[in-house]
């Protein structure tokens, strides 16, 4: 199948870590992303990471890859009550001589404060 | 360049009517996605086009549903007769080639009455 699968809801306490997990179908994907979507928006690409890493850390995100089980992981340090938002992981697959981008259900992370 | 715009951004429509979501992506993209977001499924892909022409519909819920591309400029997703569970929020999003993100437009958020 084509799903990409992550928690529902995950709560923080402002200045806490957060940990989004995701797993993913498609072994051949080769970019892998993170959105983020506010109330009332659309999705914003956070980061992505192609599938010959293992790891990318730009500013307070952190992502890891783990190839060989198919799962994916953001880490935002220092969580803020901004930070507040639906997360979601994607796969670009290849498909028909083309590409296209499979989500999962978003995870909705809450900072306390 | 205004980035992907949809119209109109909420529609609120009785049930058995045909309802039209419009969709301009960036200029100069090849390929158009259309996703459907509700809290329980997350973000399903409907359908996408790659130079105008439709590559996968396999996400089109039922034969009620049907999506045009005439022009590299404009895309139309249409419901009809529209039912209330197909209320949610319909998005748009673009990209330029492999590898690339997505840009996603505001979305249209529906609600069949």
């Known amino acids: 199948g084509e799903d990409v699968e992550q928690s529902l809801f995950l709560s923080v306490r402002e200045g806490d870590s957060s940990v989004i997990n995701c797993t993913y179908t498609d072994s051949s994907s080769t970019y892998l992303y993170w959105y983020k979507q506010e109330p009332g928006a659309g999705l914003q690409l956070l980061t992505y990471i192609f599938s010959n890493m293992d790891m990318k850390q730009d500013q307070r995100l952190t992502v890891l890859l783990n190839k060989k089980d198919k799962h994916l992981s953001l880490r935002i340090a220092d969580t803020q009550t901004g930070d507040s938002a639906i997360y979601f992981c994607?796969?670009?697959?290849?498909?028909?001589?083309?590409?296209?981008?499979?989500f999962g259900t978003g995870t909705r992370l809450k900072v306390l404060a | 360049d205004a980035g992907v715009i949809q119209s109109p951004r909420h529609e609120v429509t009785e049930m058995g009517q045909e309802v039209t979501l419009r969709c301009k992506p960036i200029s100069g993209h090849n390929s158009l996605f259309w996703y459907r977001q509700t809290m329980m499924r997350g973000l399903e892909l409907l359908i996408y086009?790659?130079?105008?022409?439709?590559?996968?519909d396999s996400g089109m819920p039922e034969d009620r549903f049907s999506a045009k591309m005439p022009n590299a400029s404009f895309s139309t997703l249409k419901i009809q007769p529209s039912e209330p569970r197909d209320s949610a929020v319909y998005f748009c999003a673009s990209s330029s080639g492999w590898g690339s993100e997505a840009f996603f437009g505001q979305g249209t958020r529906l609600t069949v009455v």
């Open positions: 994607a796969e670009s697959m290849r498909f028909s001589g083309t590409y296209k981008y499979i």
């Open positions: 086009f790659n130079n105008n022409v439709p590559i996968d």
